[in-house]
């Protein structure tokens, strides 16, 4: 069998991971279409891609690529270092619509040195360049088809485009002319199926084969049981937290976050939202991370002190505030049981459930809320927490100062400290309510394999897929 | 069954011809016609000012979290969203006229392509339910009026009460838990499009249909019923008794036309719900119907996709009901006369 | 042998009985009418014979058709008869026709359902008997929809019905109380004309007593679903036997006297009044046409007069009466009462309103039935500026109560707990009961029984003496018109062809149409009693 | 009184009383989470079992109840104190431009796709009951006025209100004084059947998730939390459902029944 259907619960948009957040756009293309520099690998490690090998110059700044040879596009047309230029310049541009412009934001030159040698010069030593460019924002893309590349990609990848049955589904077929190593898969199809109830449906009916991020919980015993099926339980790079509006009274104030830290039982919440699937996090930072810190017992669950804080913080009879959640199933239920939770110490919580338009709006761009629960599944986004604009407004500037030195460090152990204190930093400010490791909880056929057990980017890597037999 | 208004209409409107009747159905198709257009206007401002007034930004929501004020500016000027918005009325209604729905602000893909596409799954299923609610309320209403007051009359009666107050999408799980999860006759959902086939295109809507049809067939049938009960209390079909028809020639040749009558409104409407009320059930389904479209699109701020959408549903509805008037008037002469 | 002979009928409903041992028979070329009051069990015995009884009726006892008992049969048997051996033609010509399906499909019906003959030959019958009615398809296409045709045409297409196949019996309900006396008097000569050219036998059931007497060679006379008396036409009104049978032809002749009209000074003056009422475009862009209802009428009511209005549905009566309660501003003219306008400035006019009060025809939707009788009959009180109250209220109220015939207790009930002809009473009490000046009766007595009828034109003479009225008497119905008013006008088409004092108007009618009206109305026979005098 | 209006009130009565004795009594708090009891059958301690956080799954239907009853029965009287005035009006002054008004103003309500723009309304001004009862309400309101109209007129045709005319009433007074009494009987059966419409209405809104929001419990959110759950806790949506069916079952067999009781021309016959 050299066919497989695979689910995702959103559509993309489009097919263009260089403008667009969507990681929907990621799972379809990324790396199967579309390649970069250098790409993840299903264990989250950073490895060649179109790049056969690079050199770093001394200080750090330049990056030396040395490019495959024979790789084309799908359109036959060569990919070169001109392509790369082309690339990494569009998307740091003025008018670039590149979602994760920051990334490139400390290239100061690329220089095309030969077809096959790119020269790419930093403005200062960044320890995260190559991770950075295993993004799917970093892809490399051809000037010859940019124009129809939202509809119809054109990339240097293992599988062409084949059709897109908008709402429904698309197709991706070998690419024959491929230069890496030949799949096993023939013909991909990923349908979109966003409503538990017919992913829960259409797997049992089998008529998909591989359901990438499952988004029913509840529903994972029974495929466990069921012989047919396989359950890959790993792990995401969403750290799911209760955030709050740390500039909003009486968020102001550390001793009602902190009250709120230990009014919350992080283990209710993945027991009743996510059915016992997901690791408690006492700070923001993934915990299958080396880097990670343990500090779940920094917001121990605690409704009494909870209480006594919020007295001394001059609540004793609680306050008002609101929860925004946004649709998938661990915010809306989660944020069920920490409104019950919150309701326990006094505190009510009035329930605004918003789509994910609305969350962008208010909450995100107008900062105009208490309490949100959110997973932020960018991967090592540690340093938001050095935006004061950003929208839970944690000004730090002990913090911030701690992510230039963390910028600037490329000493791997050194980094691991510096990440450790960071993680510290937060817990103890207690910016944000910390609860919980999102699972990855993938649902397949018994005999598919090769399917990544964790997410360290959204990406669905056909190239690793067969079926068993 | 969409067509039957149609056909009714050509039959009577060819054979009266002649008469000077032609001129009062004309003026009175003119008139309806003019309250269309007025309608379909006064819709299109009330669609537009309500969806403007609703908060989202489609360029932030397309970038994301970590997008930069000049790109999300760059997407603005890109979608045609930094005109006045007047003049992005203006655009839109004229956009229509000539067909031109604009350009999905997510998709990036021309609307009309994506309605005409999802129309190819949402017209097959309200014609589908409409078809099997006519089929299931026409014998059980013709049936129950016919053996009024009898036990038969009173279990299918007890039946429709029943079936009008099940909730469709409870009763599309029941159907899923049952026919697709258990005795996997069905697929749970999902549409397999018609280029595998018009059976298995069918295959694919069955379930979505029966969940669609059968309480509006419960409310069909229980019209047809009463319609055709008020018909056999008329002078005239005592007339045609008398003039030696059997019971059912009479409710055949002389009751089920003019029963129609009020069952024809009914239906008319409840094409009018299929087409656009399907959008819980395409959930459940997860059928890429136009109902889901819109849900869709409300969600991800893609305005001009909802507003298009929504516009094409009011649309829809109003022709459909302005058929069902011309209908109306092509099967009851007498309202053509009327002023 | 007869052709239909009903031994000992009895009919239930539900358990109700509807009929009482009926006996009847019918020979071919005879015509037999039935009459009786509503109720009586007219129709009933009818649809006996034709087996289209409502559910839940039970008979017992025997119809024999041709010698066959129809009770015996079955219904395809039954199927085979109606329509071929037996027609039947009903008495309401707007609704027996099915609305949506042209005359030619509807009287072909009768022909093709019984397989008669081939479709072509069954439309050139189809032709043949629309002719026989006076529907001639040159004139009347056999494309032509109910709507489209008068009520009198609407019953031509009925009876043809009845008789494409001409049936050995036929059965008429009614066939002519929804129509004009004028198209009366033809459908009535077009039955009669049928019967003699096809040797059927007609059952005839009519309340109108006139008519029995015109057309029928038998006539049975029921009563509460019994047969009380029958016989011969001739033999039976020269000795009726029972008492009933007298009563209902005293009751259908019945005369008033009425008092000396008291002063004379003109109390209302209508000069050249025009109503138009717009019509709907007959093309596309045409300027909207206009009915003109009311044409150029003018007269003078004097106060203490009784006048009297006749004309045939449609003429316009209706439509003078809401002019000259100044419901309606008239297109043209002038009317006024008492010398003040009834209509001044697109309003009006409360103070003249105030004179005025109306009796409707039906006394079924005259009242609000939630209301009490009290508040109904009171309700022009709001004319008044000062409301009435309290205890003058209540004497007012009784003593209205009490001049219709009333008691003061039925004050309060609610309106469904009276009869037909108590209804009108407590209409003509309210309208009463503020002394007004005129008093309108639209078509007043038209809706009752003969019996109910009488007293109630009995009641009108009672308070003429007792509160010398003057009124405005609207009626198709020349007998009553005649005997309860001292001046006539006789309408038609929306104007007023004649006028003049009702005793000479009668006996020596100058307008043609006048000549026509009087002559097509059906006459009881003079039997020799005083009141039912047939001169007129 | 017929079978169906006995039943219907019946069943009717208790629903009504189930919401009216939630608001003191409920076997247990309705908003108490116990997660380890989750998703348990229906039992002696719970009688319709407890949902995916371990509530009461009784005490939510009791409150439940309160939630549909409260959304549907505002968004009708939302529907008759506007239609009904509006159909009025226009029946008052047939043929006029303002009957015209408000007759394409009722079809162009009409016209609107009621689940679409329930979806928009309440995506626009945010979910919750108040936008629900608005946006029930808003399509209420058209019927009410249709229908209200439509009797109205046939009533204005009857001799007895030209009776009151020629008192000298005018159009305001005989509309309160006449027409509305006569046409309560209609609008009281109306309003019966388009609470049972509200009631399904609501839990098609709280179904997708625009209805009342939490802690509030709701029928139509039970069952779209439920819907995952089906397969391994069928009662979580059976119960909700058939409460649903229960409830518009009760009010559409009340609204029958009373037609036939109300129907003037039946108890004209039977006094
Ligand atoms: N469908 C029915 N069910 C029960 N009783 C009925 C039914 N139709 C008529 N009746 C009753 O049968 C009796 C006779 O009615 P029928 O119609 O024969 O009277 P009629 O003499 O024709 O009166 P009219 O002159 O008013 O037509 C009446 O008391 C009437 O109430
Ligand atoms: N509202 C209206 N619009 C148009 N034409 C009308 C209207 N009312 C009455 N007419 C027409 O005006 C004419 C006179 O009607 P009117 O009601 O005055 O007759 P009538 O003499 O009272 O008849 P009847 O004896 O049947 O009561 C009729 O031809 C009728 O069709
Ligand atoms: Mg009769
Ligand atoms: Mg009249």
Redesign the pocket.
Known sequence: KSDITIALQLEPPHLDPTSAAAQAIDSVVYTNIFEGLTRFMGDGSVVPGLAESWEISEDGKVYTFKLHDGVTFHDGTTMDAEDVKFSLDRARSEDSANAQKALFAGIENIEVVDPLTVKVTLSEPNGNFLFNLAWGDAVIVAPESIEGIKTNPVGTGAFTFGEWVQGDSITLNRNPEYWGDRPALETATFKFISDPTAAFAAMMAEDIDVFDNFPAPENLPQFEADPRFQVLVGSTEGETILSTNNKMPPFDDIQVRQALAHAIDRQAIIDGAMFGYGTPIGTHFAPHNPAYVDLTGNSAYDPQKAAKMLADAGYADGFETTLHLPPPSYARRGGEIVAAQLAEVGITANIVNVEWAQWLETVFKGKDFGLTIVSHTEPMDIGIYARPDYYFQYDSTDFQALMDTLNSTTDPEERTRLLGEAQRLIADDYVNGYLFQLAKLGVAKAGVRGLWENAPTAAIDLTQISWSE | MRFLPIFWFHRCWTRRAHTPNVASMLRYALKRLISLVISLAVASVVIFAVIEVAPGDPASFMLGVNAQEDTLAALRAELGLDVSKVQRYFNWVGGMMVGDFGTSYTYRTPVSQMIADRLWVSLPLALYALTLSTAIAFPVGIYAAARRGKPGDLTVMGATQLGIAVPNFWFAMMLVLVFAINLRWFNAGGFAGWAMGFWTGMHSLTLPAIALALPQAAILARVMRSSLLDILGEDFMRTARAKGLSRRQALWRHGVRNALIPVLTIIGLQFSFLLAGSIIIEQVFYLPGLGRLVFQAISARDLIVVESVVMLLVFAVITVNFLVDLAYAAVDPRLRSRT | MSLLEIENLSLSIHGTDILKQVNLSIAPGQIVAVTGESGSGKSMTALAVMQLLPDGAKTTGAIRVNGSDMLDRDENDLCALRGAAIGMVFQEPMTALNPVKTIGDQVMETILIHKAMPPRQARDRTEEVLTRVGLPPDRFPLSRFPHELSGGQRQRVVIAMAIALRPKLLIADEPTTALDVTTQAQILKLLKGLVSEYDMGLLMITHDLAVVADMADQIVVMRHGEVVESGATAHLLHHMQHPYTRMLFKASGHQVSLPEPAKSRPLLEATNVIRD???PRKRLFDSPGH?R??DHVSFTLNSGERLGLV????????????AILGLEEVQGGDIRLDGQPVFSGHKPNLAVRRMMQVVF?DPYGSFNPRHRVARLITEPFNLLDAPVMGSERQDRIAEMLTAVGLSPDDAGKYIHEFSGGQRQRIAIARALIIRPELILF??AVSALDVSVRAQILDLLAELCEAYDLTYLF?S?DLSVVRTITDRVMV?RA?KIVEEGDTKSVFSDPQHQYTKDLIKAAPVLPDIGWDVAKTTY | MSRSLILGACLSSLVMLAAAISFVWTPYDYAALNIPDKLQPPNALHWFGTDHFGRDMFSMIMVGARTSIAVALVAVGIGMALGVPLGLTAAARKGSWLDELIMRGNDLVFAFPSLVIAILITAVFGAGAINAIIAIGIFNIPVFARITRGAALSLWEREFILAARVSGKGAARISAEHILPNVANLLIVQGTIQFSLGILAEAGLSYVGLGAQPPTPSWGRMLADAQTMVSFAPHLALIPGLAIIVTVLGLNLLGDGLRDWLDPRIRVART
């Open positions: 009422y717009r019509l009915h209802a009311v004309g045939e549905s449609g003429c316009g009566k209706s439509t003078l009466t809401k025809q639209d078509e609207i198709h309408m929306g």
